[in-house]
């Protein structure tokens, strides 16, 4: 079955970096299309950032400049590198595969992780 685990959460102070790892088994990851959503407490699930199969890649405008999606075919691992962090970007991030189109820029979730907890506060 498809599982897909998350790790690299943490605290962090305004202005710091993380990044996020997610290993995926159960599937063929590299002809996966792959995504990061967050939830913040109280607010509704956002998608963060996709990466489709062939390396395009798409992100929020909350996050554009500042994360980088990025994966790893060989060792079956999702990336997310966060830089410049701002206390907004506190959540709950998820690692999801999912279906979609580079074309438009679509991406659904179909199969999601249990999640890492990112806290930026100083």
């Known amino acids: 079955q498809v599982e897909l685990v998350e790790s690299g959460g943490g605290l962090v102070q305004p202005g710091g970096s993380l990044r996020l790892s997610c290993a995926a088994s159960g599937y063929i990851f590299s002809v996966a299309h792959m995504g990061w959503y967050r939830q913040a407490s109280g607010k509704q699930r956002e998608l963060v950032a996709r990466?489709?199969?062939?390396?395009?890649?798409r992100y929020a405008d909350s996050v554009e400049g500042r994360f980088t999606v990025s994966r790893d075919n060989a060792k079956r691992t999702l990336y997310l590198q966060m830089n410049s962090l701002k206390p907004e970007d506190t959540a709950v991030y998820y690692c999801?595969?999912?279906?979609?189109?580079?074309?438009?820029?679509?991406?659904?979730?179909?199969?999601w992780g249990q999640g890492t907890q990112v806290t930026v506060s100083s």
């Open positions: 999801t595969r999912g279906v979609g189109s580079w074309l438009s820029g679509a991406y659904q979730a179909t199969e």
């Open positions: 990466i489709y199969s062939g390396g395009t890649t």
